[in-house]
């Protein structure tokens, strides 16, 4: 069984960091597609960014320039370094997982969420 498990959530001022980490058990990490999702209150769920496991990146037009990806295919872990972050940066970030080595379509793994609030 396919388990990703988030963790480095929590509060920030406007113009800080904050690294998530996206631990995965049960797969291989390095052979699959991954990314980060994350939803605001009331808003629907939406792609920050992706990695192939060619070392292919995506990433949102909001957050191109502030956020990075990257793997640690010793640990099976991923993580999402955020910088500068921003009010509207806030929400439940989601670890994902795609079943391809390329991130077409959906991912067909997550995680359960870590919850980011940027505020002062």
């Known amino acids: 069984q396919v388990q990703l498990v988030e963790s480095g959530g929590g509060l920030v001022q406007p113009g800080g960091s904050l690294r998530l980490s996206c631990a995965v058990s049960g797969s291989r990490l390095s052979s699959k597609a991954m990314g980060w999702y994350r939803q605001a209150a009331g808003n629907p769920r939406e792609l920050v960014g992706a990695?192939?496991?060619?070392?292919?990146?995506n990433f949102a037009d909001s957050v191109k320039g502030r956020f990075t990806i990257s793997r640690d295919n010793a640990k099976n872990t991923a993580y999402l370094q955020m910088n500068s972050l921003k009010p509207e940066d806030s929400g439940v970030y989601y670890c994902?997982?795609?079943?391809?080595?390329?991130?077409?379509?959906?991912?067909?793994?997550w995680g359960q969420g870590t919850q980011v609030t940027v505020s002062s």
């Open positions: 994902s997982m795609w079943s391809t080595t390329y991130y077409y379509g959906d991912p067909i793994n």
């Open positions: 990695i192939s496991r060619g070392g292919t990146t």
